[in-house]
C-alpha cells in the first residue's frame, strides 16, 4: 500500500508541475493536469498488482517506476490536447461574440 501512496504523490506533483510549466495553462484548471496523472498512475498500478508484477525478483520496478511514467505522461497528453483545443475554440467564439 505504500507504494501506491508514493504513486499518487509523484504523479500529483507531476502533474502540477506540467501544469505550471504550460504557457497556456489559464485555458484550463489547476488540477486537472495532477488529476489526470493520479487516475491514470493508480488505475495502473492497480492492474500491475493484480496481474502479479510486484513484490517479485526483478520486477518490481513495474508497479513503482511505470504507473509514475504513465500518469506523467497522461498529464503531458492532456496538457497539449486541452491547451491547443481550448485555446483555438476561446479565439473563435471571442471573434464570433466580437463579430455581433
Not at 500518469?71 to 467564439?93: E, F
Amino acid at each position: 500500500m505504500l507504494s501506491l501512496t508514493i504513486v499518487v504523490l509523484v504523479t500529483a506533483a507531476a502533474g502540477f508541475i506540467i501544469w505550471a510549466n504550460d504557457k497556456r495553462h489559464t485555458r484550463y484548471g489547476t488540477g486537472l493536469p495532477a488529476g489526470v496523472a493520479v487516475v491514470v498512475g493508480a488505475v495502473s498500478w492497480i492492474i500491475f498488482i493484480s496481474a502479479g508484477f510486484g513484490y517479485q525478483p526483478g520486477l518490481t520496478w513495474i508497479p513503482w517506476v511505470l504507473p509514475m511514467a504513465l500518469g506523467t505522461v497522461a498529464a503531458i497528453g492532456t496538457v497539449i490536447y486541452l491547451g491547443r483545443t481550448r485555446a483555438s475554440h476561446d479565439t473563435r467564439r471571442l471573434t464570433q461574440a466580437l463579430k455581433l
